[in-house]
């Protein structure tokens, strides 16, 4: 469920129309819902109340300010994979033992920070990260915790581009070297190995593979006698983009929460789209109508530089005409949604039934408060539009659209080229 509905044939975020919304911000912007950020927030952490694990919101899903300080202020923790996203962290408020660390490729001057924080551990997945984590400790003479990232080796079935608990994925550590790492753990002084982590994949719509990796890792951990505090089963929860059917919070909690009770760990979750993928819109205007002797384009002011999933994964998103125009034949008509990129791989939906929309109307692409804007890119030296969240019954402007000046930010021409 989500707060963007139509009432009257208007479309509304919460109790505002969002065309009110584009008299006042141009387009393209995305537009986040802050009360159904919190209710995906809340459905988590009540589907698992009776475990109390810590809710680490995966920051790469959605990186804005507001939005993470939101989560924060409601209690959460968060799921870091650089030293950007600390820095983003630190400014959002959050308890530095609330936050953990992720990704095989973190630098020393990356590491030294997350240290200098306090976090509760880093998540390693390699035995010269554990090296370099150690080095660190070391020099900074502090215990760092540790989680080791298992790579489980199972199939989340899901696009190949997001499945990282394969065996040829980069992520994690197979099971024998993890059990290497922890019988030496002495050879870590300034580390304490105090966990596990895994995180199959992302866009995961059933609990089977799932239960199926966490019952490979407490095995393995039992099997081995492997002691450690805390469980971090990452995140992968998937949403309704389209006719998917995902579990909910619940029935997910319901098929897992036997196996994580009975491992007496303190458990850790990384939700990231199912916390903010149905938060947040993409506003756009439609720009042309052509028609051509195979296919109709709608083409719009934005595209895969302001949102790639289309292009990069083939994904998804249900596109919606933000006022049905009154003019409109009131057929639909078979229509290719694509952005003003000079690439042919640039569009957001592809054989969409749409009513005739004039120049200058708004369209919505749903389900895009998960790697959208935090995927967006200047690519066609294109400005970056605004963020804007509804809080109650006011909208707010939580990052400007970028300008021209913006895109030049940091670039010089060298004197021997003038
Ligand atoms: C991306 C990521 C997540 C969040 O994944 P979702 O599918 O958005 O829930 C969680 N943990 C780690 C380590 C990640 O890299």
């Known amino acids: 469920m989500h707060e963007f509905t139509f009432k009257n044939n208007e479309f509304y975020c919460e109790n505002i129309k969002v ?125 760092v915790n540790v989680a080791i990232r298992i790579n489980p080796d199972i199939i989340p079935k899901t696009h190949k581009y997001i499945a990282t608990g394969k065996g040829e994925s980069k992520f994690g550590l197979d099971f024998e070297t993890v059990h290497k790492i922890f019988n030496s753990r002495w050879k870590y002084p300034s580390l304490n190995i105090c966990g596990v982590q895994m995180h199959i994949g992302s866009q995961i719509l059933d609990a089977a593979p799932f239960t199926e990796a966490i019952k490979k890792v407490l095995e393995f951990l039992k099997e081995y006698k492997i002691d450690v505090e805390y469980f971090n089963i990452g995140g992968g929860l998937g949403i309704v983009y389209s006719i998917e059917n995902p579990q909910t919070a619940k029935s997910f909690a319901k098929s897992i929460l036997p196996l994580l009770k009975r491992s007496g760990l303190k458990i850790i979750l990384e939700p990231g789209r199912f916390v903010s993928g149905n938060s947040g819109i993409l506003v756009t205007k439609v720009l042309y109508t052509k028609r051509t002797p195979r296919k109709t384009f709608v083409i719009v002011d934005s595209g895969m530089s302001d949102l790639i999933r289309p292009s990069l994964y083939e994904a998804y998103h249900k596109i919606v005409p933000v006022s049905v125009p009154r003019d409109s034949s009131a057929t639909a008509e078979k229509v290719d949604v694509v952005g003003p990129i000079c690439e042919s791989g640039d569009f957001l939906g592809k054989d969409r039934y749409l009513p005739y929309m004039r120049p200058g109307s708004l369209v919505a692409v749903m389900g895009a408060g998960a790697y959208g804007f935090t995927m967006s890119s200047n690519y066609n030296s294109r400005p970056r539009g605004s963020e804007v969240m509804v809080i109650r019954n006011k909208f707010y402007v939580v990052r400007k659209g970028e300008t021209y000046k913006d895109l030049v930010r940091g670039e010089t021409i060298p004197k021997v080229l003038k």
């Open 19 to 143: 065309s009110d919304i584009a008299k006042k911000v141009p387009t393209p912007f995305y537009l986040y819902s802050y009360k159904t950020l919190i209710d995906h927030y809340k459905k988590i952490k009540s589907a698992f109340s009776s475990i109390k694990p810590l809710i680490c919101f995966s920051v790469k899903s959605n990186s804005s300010l507001a939005v993470l300080r939101a989560l924060v202020k409601n209690g959460a923790g968060l799921d870091i994979v650089s030293g950007g996203e600390l820095y983003k962290a630190k400014i959002a408020g959050v308890d530095p033992k609330k936050v953990v660390y992720a990704g095989v490729g973190k630098k020393r001057d990356e590491i030294e920070s997350a240290i200098k924080f306090g976090i509760l551990f880093f998540d390693a997945e390699s035995e010269e990260e554990l090296g370099q984590i150690e080095k660190a400790a070391a020099k900074l003479k502090k215990k």
